[in-house]
């Protein structure tokens, strides 16, 4: 069954040492191996940025610093064949948790899903060697 309806999600940009963080994905259909950034859902009636201070808790178990909001991002895509359509509220921000620069990968437990979050160079995903999702110019974004 196909959605019909668009998702809100927050998302947060984490840069360090040249580096960003992001979640790694396939999409078998594509045979596309992409990164996303970390965040998620934004729940009825919650603001973007408690919904982005909330599922980084969820994931990393750690409060935000500096937070703040860049921009919207309208993301119109496929994945695994199913088309999809989310609304972005995008930010960046510090981890309060200085020890989580220093893990090359985060094992991240949520209800029903677990994955790992990585440092991903930023030079590859600006030469467009690393695919990262939501797909924007990241140029200003990244460092």
């Known amino acids: ?5 668009q998702r809100l999600k927050a998302m947060c940009v984490f840069n360090y040492e040249g580096k960003t ?9 594509k045979d596309e191996t992409f990164y996303r950034l970390i965040g998620g859902t934004i729940l009825f009636q919650e603001k973007s940025e408690d919904g982005v201070r909330r599922e980084i808790m969820e994931e990393l178990k750690c ?3 500096s937070l703040e909001f860049i921009k919207v991002v309208e993301n ?5 064949g199913e088309n999809r359509h989310e609304i972005v509220f995008l930010y960046k921000g510090e981890l309060s948790n ?4 220093k893990q090359e990968k985060i094992h991240i437990i949520e209800p ?4 790992d979050a990585e440092w991903i160079s930023v030079k590859d995903v600006l030469e467009g060697k690393i ?6 110019d990241y140029s ?4």
């Open 1 to 5: 069954m196909e959605p019909t309806k």
């Open 21 to 29: 963080l992001a979640s790694r994905g396939y999409d078998k259909n």
């Open 63 to 65: 409060e935000i610093d």
């Open 76 to 80: 119109i895509f496929s994945y695994i």
């Open 98 to 101: 200085k020890d989580l620069y």
């Open 112 to 115: 029903n899903i677990e994955f």
């Open 131 to 136: 695919i990262l999702y939501p797909d924007l």
């Open 140 to 143: 200003g974004i990244l460092k």
